[in-house]
């Protein structure tokens, strides 16, 4: 029998620079000839079964591609193991016959971090989707990469346990490991960096590491080098994460959400600071801008005041609300703030929550038949303000669609450029100003991603923020964990 592969023919039309990379064809080093696949087809399928393997383009397609708008070249066989040992086997696999290795969680990521650039294996993780230890007395929680937030959230519904980190989409919990996401939540909660206590990973030739110890959840060490913040954000270039073991907090005995709005961009983001200094814990903080707002309204049929607007989240026992809500109130009225619309039960919450929720969709609104683009820029909560007064005329002065939404809390917001594919030169003005905004960014002291990881587009702009000395660090790392550069190549670095 004879596993003829047919790479596709389609190339996805985007320009190839650091933020918009078109896959062009890149020689395969690593792809086998025709003889080598009649070899190695049978041995993944003695691993995980005629169903755990697949060669099908619409499959494979499916498999090469994410949220992003980086199209890339789907792998030449997509892969379904059920169990780390079978991780590990189909990895001892690739690497004795110098496959590429793909990680593949739900396609969410936003980066274009699960293109096969030079054909391979992708490992999609989708079925091993077991909780596997649940400590409620320890508030920990060890899952399989199949797990998604939304999946582990239900399956703590009656424990009074969550995981609150959130970044918008029902996301594998691994795949956000392996990116370092955050969210809405990650101003009370932190991000993913701080809330992996552990961390089981397949190497390239197969080999299974703990990151923190077999076994081990505790709430914090000092012992060695801190593997698992190495492999948090390595988008698969490392390994592949196949458990990860997560902080969980208590279910806060009652939420309240309010809604804000100011007279400029830089009342809204002293508000934001002011509320931190004062220590109120407050769990979600959300910037829209006026362009954000107008377009949310249109969508969702809201009628909220076109002007820049704070969405605020608090979490903590009845009392200790009214004393945080007060001081917040007091704040955002110094800064000419509008008075709250407040939402106390979970419906009215929904409803007020739904202009940032549909944010994304709210934007492709404005331009039916476009595509969206979201920057990731993150700067230190003083550099706010002056940072998105001037990219917004930045935006205006270039003709272009990009409303902003930001985690203000953190100093992260996001552009959603609106652009049409198909005119080359607005993509080429998208491009450009994603670039100046990444490098206003980074001369604030800011950083070129914050939540969303570097992939195919921002890998010159990561050298750039880290400095050549430690991108050889980096390098370094990776040659000594992967020095046959298997493992997700031609990403971050």
């Known amino acids: 029998m004879t596993f003829a592969l047919r790479p596709t023919r389609r190339l996805y039309a985007h320009l190839s620079t650091s933020n918009f990379v078109q896959c062009r064809t890149i020689k ?32 494979r397609e499916q498999h090469g591609r994410d949220e992003s708008v980086h199209r890339c070249r789907p792998p030449d066989v997509v892969v379904w193991p059920r169990s780390v040992e ?24 936003l980066e274009g971090g699960v293109g096969a650039l030079k054909g391979g294996v992708c490992f999609s993780l989708r079925n091993m989707d077991r909780v596997l230890d649940l400590h409620q007395e320890d508030f920990d929680v060890s899952v399989e990469p199949g797990v998604t937030r939304k999946g582990l959230n239900s399956y703590l519904r009656d424990t009074g346990l969550w995981f609150p980190v959130d970044p918008g989409a029902d996301a594998s919990l ?78 806060p005995e009652a939420m309240v959400s309010a809604v804000c709005t100011f007279p400029s961009v830089q009342a809204a983001v002293d508000s934001t600071v002011q509320v931190l200094q004062t220590g109120v814990p407050i769990a979600r903080i959300e910037f829209l801008d006026d362009v954000m707002i107008d377009a949310c309204n249109s969508f969702n049929s809201l009628s909220y005041p076109v002007a820049p607007t704070l969405f605020l989240e608090f979490h903590g026992t009845e009392k200790s609300l009214e ?86 809390g953190d100093g992260n917001f996001h552009c959603i450029m609106v652009m049409d ?48 000395l430690a991108i050889e660090v980096m390098q370094g790392l990776k040659a000594t964990l992967d020095p046959k550069n298997l493992m997700n190549p031609g990403k971050v670095l």
């Open 174 to 251: 691994c795949g956000m490991a392996a990116t370092s996401a955050s969210g809405t939540n990650a101003v009370r909660y932190g991000t993913m960096r701080e809330n992996v206590l552990n961390l089981e990973v397949v190497l390239a030739d197969g080999s299974i590491i703990h990151t923190a110890g077999r076994g081990r959840r505790p709430r914090k060490t000092s012992a060695g080098y801190n593997l698992t913040n190495l492999f948090v954000g390595s988008e698969g270039t490392l390994g592949v994460i196949t458990k990860t073991t997560l902080r969980l907090y208590g279910v």
């Open 421 to 468: 594919p198909n005119d080359q030169d607005e993509v080429i003005r998208v491009h450009e100003f994603t670039e100046r905004l990444a490098r206003r960014a980074l001369a604030l002291d800011g950083t070129c991603t914050g939540e969303h990881g570097v992939g195919l587009g921002k890998r010159a702009l990561l050298r750039e923020e880290m400095g050549p």
């Open 323 to 408: 004393e945080q809500v007060t001081v917040t109130e007091e704040i955002t009225q110094a800064n000419g703030g509008s008075d709250f619309s407040w939402a106390r039960d979970a419906e009215t919450r929904g409803r007020l929550w739904k202009a940032r929720h549909d944010a994304w969709y709210a934007a492709l609104a404005l331009r039916p038949g476009c595509k969206a683009y979201s920057t990731d820029v993150c700067v230190p909560l003083s550099r706010l303000p002056q940072i998105i007064v001037e990219t917004k005329e930045d935006l205006m002065l270039n003709g272009l669609t990009g409303p902003i939404a930001g985690h203000v």
């Open 28 to 59: 395969k080093e690593h792809t086998l000839k025709n003889g080598g696949w009649e070899r190695v087809i049978p041995a993944f399928r003695s691993v995980c079964g005629e169903d755990g393997v697949s060669l099908g383009e619409a499959v």
């Open 86 to 109: 079978e991780v590990s086997a189909l990895a001892k696999i690739c690497h004795h016959h110098h496959l590429h290795i793909i990680p593949f969680g739900t396609g969410t990521g």
